[in-house]
Nanobody, 116 residues
Framework: QVQLEESGGGLVQAGGSLRLSCATSTSILRIDVMGWYRQAPGKQREVVASITRGGSTNYADFVQGRFTISRDSARNTVSLQMNSLKPEDTAVYYC??????????WGQGTQVTVSS
């Protein structure tokens, strides 16, 4: 498995921005898919954004151009820049890696709270 550690969560007012980072124990260029998920209280965990080893990105419909996923292969980190945050974005955000050889791995999660 891959060890993942998130950072960058916190409290922000609606309309503000946050940047989440995920440090990996393995070169991110060797991981098939890196992604960010979130889970709000009482709701199922849902995908927010993902980036493949080839660099292709995908976003959930609710992102609507507000979030950007990126990676830094030199630092083995994947980031999620979140702009124009809304109260409904409040959730615990999890970093995820999926790889044929290393399996499915999760970070411990980081809380994002958006106040209205």
């Amino acid at each position: 498995q891959v060890q993942l550690e998130e950072s960058g969560g916190g409290l922000v007012q609606a309309g503000g921005s946050l940047r989440l980072s995920c440090a990996t124990s393995t070169s991110i260029l060797r991981i098939d898919v890196m992604g960010w998920y979130r889970q709000a209280p009482g709701k199922q965990r849902e995908v927010v954004a993902s980036i493949t080893r080839g660099g292709s990105t995908n976003y959930a419909d609710f992102v609507q151009g507000r979030f950007t996923i990126s990676r830094d292969s030199a630092r083995n980190t994947v980031s999620l820049q979140m702009n124009s945050l809304k109260p409904e974005d409040t959730a615990v955000y999890y970093c995820n890696s999926q790889d044929v050889w290393r399996g499915n791995s999760w970070g411990q999660g980081t809380q994002v709270t958006v106040s209205s």
